[in-house]
């Protein structure tokens, strides 16, 4: 929200403060400030008188005009500038940026040589000093009734001093997208006095107003889409004009674009009031007009030129031409008008509609059609259901005032609007909640300031600034005003007796923390993963979880592939990117091509998150890979949801396991006085995947695998047991080419919810011995199908409790085993906890081994 600080300033004194101040005045009751902005211009802006205009044509078609313009004594007297416009003449009086001067931009103004001549300073459109959007010739002072003398700053004349506070309007804030809401705000903060432009007087509906008929069928969460409809009719107006130059300026100021006069003026009111509102061509509306829901099929043209298709959730607004009743669609209720129905250059008539629209039915359909204007804006954060009579008679008072006409003396006004409810309130609970001896009177005092009429037994608590019995034990009855329809329970306004008495009361007190169980095992597990990962050389990074189709391509999944049947989000951040993800690495790896692109060449990052696994359509073998629909309810957002409706949603919510992932592409080791260094390769990959097992106290198994993204010839599957628990190895080429990633790069991916569930509760350290270790190399010829897990842990078993570990430190294959066999050594640890093995125990363990790996996996002991 923009605030224009004039235009604040009329509803309340600022007290000489500047734009920081405001800001910090209106920080200190919770609006948070964007920025304070200016109009981009300053230095020499003067007015000059044309003295003389040569016209000279120039070799590319054009013909600009050499100027001498006199801008006064203290300016240099008389300069010459080159003008392209040709808009005036000698002796006009015209906006002088002189060398020195900044317009917006910024551009600095400089004398420069162009077009043969010396030009000294510039000769300004609206455009170029950001007062509008013309930019068809030079401003001509006369021409906006202006007369300065030569050499006279325009600066001031120009408004082009006036500040614009920007603040940022939070959902249960809606009233404080108006000039009228933030100036309350603005006299809460400061204790100036408030001037409320909404005290306006309104004429009583007519039975003979323009005909209007509300009819919501089908209401979401049982709320009518519109339960208020006001309609005013003004005839014989210069609607296509332009409004006045001071209601350009505003709006201009507050973020809009000027356009005609019926536009500016709605455009004015709501920002003014907070109520949007729309101006018809009354020639082009057949009564009656129909408040109704979309039916099938139907579309609309909207003011911005899109067709667009319609939703039966969709409010609308429509009318009956030739009696056909709610025919025709005029727009989307409390979102944007249709273009059948816009005011044009010969509109004389106008239907000025303002009306009070549901926020649940705006929002939703906004965000369908990804429409924020500025009214669904207001509507959905909550619009004042009593606005719109006094709206519809400000705007009808402007354009009578600056285009003339006639206003009908019938009004329109239906509906019933649902006022904010009454709250219980015991004057005593923001004293609890706050920690600050705040008194029943400071409460009633504060509440009154908010608007809220304040009961109990024995009557109403009198306003403030009148005396009235207010301190006393009870509860009280506080009615919110109705631009609150947020407060609407007894925290809510204890929530704004904080706010109001000022924040910085509240003390600082340290809770003191209950006892508990500490951090669960899931939390211990992930935090000691973690740092076995950063201990292993990565760096931890967070990727939003998003991803789309062009990822699976380039990841080489195949169409019947699982990791296909993503979710698909309703409205998503970025529309290439609608997908939630089925594993780590298809966000990670563009967090490392986005590191390599800006000239990091040795990487290794890795990353802890949720993906989102949902079951499958049809798992049948051969079918593309699609997830099956989620059924959930659809609550409303103006209400908490009942118990059961919540248990439904988290039911429908697909499974999210945790997963680890990390990838690894340039050095691993660094090349130093050690010597060359060492690129990453595909048994690091191995080695990660692995000291995170060790980190929850499982020793995971690779064995040789196929599985995209992976190198189908240097991929392997971790194992816990005969359960796969992720994957590692290098990457495909393909992808690597796809992704844009130098060279060789590695990755692994686990599920660290299935390692958690195989995880020991406790973990018992091995104790360190004093006795000497025993190493023994045994080489065993195998089938080249048995996994090298397999052996490894037949070893294990075979040799006993005197060995302290077992490890594979050579495969080979070559022509000189038997066909179909490879050549597996293992290295085994011994060691005994109270003495020195004898070689007799040594002995024993080692034909242990033997025998185990023999039985196990049908393995020969090469001599």
Same mark, same amino acid.
């Given at each position: 929200?923009?605030?224009?600080?004039?235009?604040?300033?009329?509803?309340?004194?600022?007290?000489?403060?500047?734009?920081?101040?405001?800001?910090?005045?209106?920080?200190?009751?919770?609006?948070?400030?964007?920025?304070?902005?200016?109009?981009?211009?300053?230095?020499?802006?003067?007015?000059?008188?044309?003295?003389?205009?040569?016209?000279?044509? %120039?070799?590319?078609?054009?013909?600009?005009?050499?100027?001498?313009?006199?801008?006064?004594?203290?300016?240099?007297?008389?300069?010459?500038?080159?003008?392209?416009?040709?808009?005036?003449?000698?002796?006009?009086?015209?906006?002088?940026?002189?060398?020195?001067?900044?317009?917006?931009?910024?551009?600095?103004?400089?004398?420069?040589?162009?077009?043969?001549?010396?030009?000294?300073?510039?000769?300004?459109?609206?455009?170029?000093?950001?007062?509008? *959007?013309?930019?068809?010739?030079?401003?001509?002072?006369?021409?906006?009734?202006?007369?300065?003398?030569?050499?006279?700053?325009?600066?001031?004349?120009?408004?082009?001093?006036?500040?614009?506070? *920007?603040?940022? !309007?939070?959902?249960?804030?809606?009233?404080?997208?108006?000039?009228?809401?933030?100036?309350?705000?603005?006299?809460?903060?400061?204790?100036?006095?408030?001037?409320?432009?909404?005290?306006?007087?309104?004429?009583? =509906?007519?039975? @003979?107003?323009?005909?209007?008929?509300?009819?919501?069928?089908?209401?979401?969460?049982?709320?009518?889409?519109?339960?208020?409809?006001?309609?005013?009719?003004?005839?014989?107006?210069?609607?296509?004009? =332009?409004? $006045?130059?001071?209601?350009?300026?505003?709006?201009?100021?507050?973020?809009?674009?000027?356009?005609?006069?019926?536009? @500016?003026?709605?455009?004015?009111?709501?920002?003014?009031?907070?109520?949007?509102?729309?101006?018809?061509?009354?020639?082009?509306?057949?009564?009656?007009?129909?408040?109704?829901?979309?039916?099938?099929?139907?579309?609309?043209?909207?003011?911005?030129?899109?067709?667009?298709?319609?939703?039966?959730?969709?409010? /609308?607004?429509?009318?009956?031409?030739?009696?056909?009743?709610?025919?025709?669609?005029?727009?989307?209720?409390?979102?944007?008008?249709?273009?059948?129905?816009?005011?044009?250059?010969?509109?004389?008539?106008?239907?000025?509609?303002?009306?009070?629209?549901?926020?649940?039915?705006?929002?939703?359909?906004?965000?369908?059609?990804?429409?924020?204007?500025?009214?669904?804006?207001?509507?959905?954060?909550?619009?004042?259901?009593?606005?719109?009579?006094?709206?519809? %008679?400000?705007?009808?008072?402007?354009?009578?005032?600056?285009?003339?006409?006639?206003?009908?003396?019938?009004?329109?006004?239906?509906?019933?609007?649902?006022?904010?409810?009454?709250?219980?309130?015991?004057?005593?609970?923001?004293?609890?909640?706050?920690?600050?001896?705040?008194?029943?009177?400071?409460?009633?005092?504060?509440?009154?300031?908010?608007?809220?009429?304040?009961?109990?037994?024995?009557?109403?608590?009198?306003? /403030?600034?009148?005396?009235?019995?207010?301190?006393?034990?009870?509860?009280?009855?506080?009615?919110?005003?109705?631009?609150?329809?947020?407060?609407?329970?007894?925290?809510?306004?204890?929530?704004?007796?904080?706010?109001?008495?000022?924040?910085?009361?509240?003390?600082?007190?340290?809770?003191?923390?209950?006892?508990?169980?500490?951090?669960?095992?899931?939390?211990?597990?992930?935090?000691?993963?973690?740092?076995?990962?950063?201990?292993?050389?990565?760096?931890?990074?967070?990727?939003?979880?998003?991803?789309?189709?062009?990822?699976?391509?380039?990841?080489?999944?195949?169409?019947?592939?699982?990791?296909?049947?993503?979710?698909?989000?309703?409205? =998503?951040?970025?529309?290439?990117?609608?997908?939630?993800?089925?594993?780590?690495? %298809?966000?990670?790896?563009?967090?490392?091509?986005?590191?390599?692109?800006?000239?990091?060449?040795?990487?290794?990052?890795?990353?802890?998150?949720?993906?989102?696994?949902?079951?499958?359509?049809?798992?049948?073998?051969?079918?593309?890979?699609?997830?099956?629909?989620?059924?959930?309810?659809?609550?409303?957002?103006?209400?908490?949801?009942?118990?059961?409706?919540?248990?439904?949603?988290?039911?429908?919510?697909?499974?999210?396991?945790?997963?680890?992932?990390?990838?690894?592409?340039?050095?691993?080791?660094?090349?130093? !006085?050690?010597?060359?260094?060492?690129?990453?390769?595909?048994?690091?990959?191995?080695?990660?995947?692995?000291?995170?097992?060790?980190?929850?106290?499982?020793?995971?198994?690779?064995?040789?695998?196929?599985?995209?993204?992976?190198? $189908?010839?240097?991929?392997?599957?971790?194992?816990?047991?005969?359960?796969?628990?992720?994957?590692?190895?290098?990457?495909?080429?393909?992808?690597?080419?796809?992704?844009?990633?130098?060279?060789?790069?590695?990755?692994?991916?686990?599920?660290?919810?299935?390692?958690?569930?195989?995880?020991?509760?406790?973990?018992?350290?091995?104790?360190?011995?004093?006795?000497?270790?025993?190493?023994?190399?045994?080489?065993?010829?195998?089938?080249?199908?048995? =996994?090298?897990?397999?052996?490894?842990?037949? !070893?294990?078993?075979?040799?006993?409790?005197?060995?302290?570990?077992?490890?594979?430190?050579?495969?080979?294959?070559?022509?000189?085993?038997?066909?179909?066999?490879?050549?597996?050594?293992?290295?085994?640890?011994?060691?005994?906890?109270?003495?020195?093995?004898?070689?007799?125990?040594?002995?024993?363990?080692?034909?242990?081994?033997?025998?185990?790996?023999?039985?196990?996996?049908?393995?020969?002991?090469?001599?």
């Amino acid at each position: 929200m923009l605030v224009p600080l004039p235009w604040l300033a009329e509803l309340t004194p600022l007290g000489g403060r500047d734009g920081d101040a405001v800001a910090a005045a209106l920080v200190s009751v919770g609006l948070e400030e964007e920025a304070v902005r200016g109009s981009g211009v300053c230095g020499p802006l003067v007015a000059g008188l044309v003295l003389d205009v040569k016209a000279e044509p %120039q070799t590319n078609g054009k013909t600009i005009n050499w100027c001498q313009v006199d801008v006064g004594e203290a300016h240099g007297a008389v300069r010459g500038i080159v003008c392209g416009a040709h808009n005036f003449e000698a002796g006009d009086k015209v906006a002088v940026a002189l060398p020195g001067a900044v317009l917006p931009g910024p551009f600095p103004i400089t004398a420069r040589r162009t077009y043969g001549h010396v030009s000294d300073g510039m000769i300004c459109s609206e455009r170029e000093l950001g007062m509008g *959007e013309d930019a068809s010739g030079i401003i001509v002072l006369a021409r906006l009734g202006l007369d300065p003398a030569v050499g006279a700053d325009l600066i001031p004349l120009f408004h082009l001093d006036e500040q614009t506070v *920007e603040i940022n !309007v939070t959902p249960d804030r809606g009233y404080c997208f108006s000039i009228r809401g933030v100036a309350r705000e603005f006299s809460h903060a400061t204790g100036e006095p408030f001037r409320d432009p909404a005290l306006i007087a309104t004429p009583p =509906p007519t039975a @003979d107003g323009f005909k209007i008929e509300l009819d919501d069928a089908v209401p979401i969460a049982g709320r009518a889409g519109c339960d208020r409809f006001v309609a005013r009719i003004v005839r014989g107006c210069a609607a296509a004009g =332009p409004a $006045p130059d001071w209601m350009r300026r505003r709006l201009t100021q507050a973020g809009m674009r000027p356009i005609s006069l019926a536009v @500016d003026v709605t455009n004015y009111v709501m920002l003014e009031l907070g109520q949007p509102l729309h101006a018809y061509d009354l020639t082009g509306v057949a009564a009656p007009i129909v408040v109704r829901r979309a039916a099938a099929g139907e579309r609309l043209v909207t003011l911005d030129g899109v067709d667009r298709a319609l939703a039966p959730s969709d409010l /609308l607004i429509t009318d009956s031409p030739e009696g056909e009743r709610g025919a025709r669609v005029l727009g989307l209720a409390g979102v944007m008008g249709g273009a059948s129905s816009e005011v044009g250059a010969s509109t004389r008539d106008l239907l000025v509609e303002a009306a009070h629209f549901d926020p649940v039915s705006v929002a939703r359909t906004a965000r369908r059609l990804k429409l924020s204007s500025e009214a669904a804006k207001r509507f959905e954060r909550g619009v004042d259901p009593e606005l719109p009579p006094k709206a519809a %008679q400000r705007v009808v008072d402007l354009l009578l005032e600056y285009g003339g006409g006639e206003a009908d003396v019938a009004v329109t006004d239906v509906g019933s609007p649902v006022l904010p409810a009454p709250v219980s309130f015991d004057p005593s609970y923001p004293d609890r909640i706050a920690g600050v001896r705040y008194g029943a009177d400071r409460v009633a005092a504060v509440l009154g300031q908010l608007g809220c009429v304040v009961a109990r037994t024995g009557g109403t608590v009198a306003p /403030l600034g009148e005396p009235g019995g207010v301190a006393g034990a009870g509860d009280w009855l506080v009615t919110p005003p109705s631009w609150r329809p947020d407060l609407t329970r007894a925290i809510d306004l204890v929530e704004e007796v904080a706010r109001l008495d000022g924040y910085e009361g509240i003390p600082s007190v340290l809770p003191q923390a209950p006892a508990g169980a500490g951090l669960t095992k899931a939390q211990r597990l992930r935090r000691s993963v973690a740092r076995s990962l950063a201990d292993f050389g990565l760096v931890e990074v967070l990727s939003y979880p998003f991803t789309g189709e062009d990822a699976f391509a380039a990841l080489g999944y195949e169409a019947t592939d699982p990791r296909r049947a993503a979710v698909r989000l309703a409205n =998503p951040l970025d529309a290439e990117q609608p997908l939630l993800r089925t594993e780590i690495l %298809q966000t990670l790896l563009t967090t490392v091509r986005r590191n390599v692109g800006r000239g990091s060449t040795d990487v290794g990052l890795y990353e802890l998150g949720l993906v989102t696994v949902p079951p499958l359509a049809d798992a049948s073998p051969g079918v593309p890979a699609r997830p099956a629909p989620l059924a959930a309810p659809l609550p409303g957002g103006d209400r908490r949801p009942p118990v059961e409706v919540l248990e439904e949603l988290l039911a429908a919510v697909p499974p999210q396991p945790r997963h680890a992932a990390a990838v690894m592409v340039g050095q691993r080791e660094g090349a130093g !006085v050690w010597g060359p260094g060492r690129a990453a390769d595909w048994a690091d990959a191995v080695e990660g995947a692995r000291v995170a097992g060790r980190a929850v106290g499982i020793e995971l198994q690779a064995r040789r695998a196929r599985r995209a993204p992976f190198h $189908p010839g240097r991929c392997a599957e971790l194992l816990v047991g005969d359960l796969i628990c992720g994957y590692a190895g290098e990457l495909d080429p393909r992808v690597v080419a796809a992704l844009g990633l130098p060279g060789c790069a590695v990755a692994f991916e686990l599920d660290l919810d299935r390692l958690f569930e195989l995880a020991p509760d406790i973990r018992l350290a091995r104790p360190v011995s004093a006795q000497p270790v025993a190493k023994e190399d045994l080489a065993f010829a195998v089938d080249r199908a048995t =996994p090298t897990a397999a052996l490894v842990a037949a !070893v294990r078993r075979g040799a006993g409790e005197v060995l302290e570990d077992a490890f594979v430190f050579d495969v080979y294959e070559g022509e000189q085993l038997p066909a179909g066999k490879k050549s597996v050594a293992v290295a085994l640890r011994l060691r005994a906890a109270d003495h020195t093995l004898t070689p007799q125990e040594i002995t024993a363990a080692r034909r242990g081994a033997v025998a185990a790996a023999a039985q196990d996996c049908d393995a020969e002991l090469r001599s």
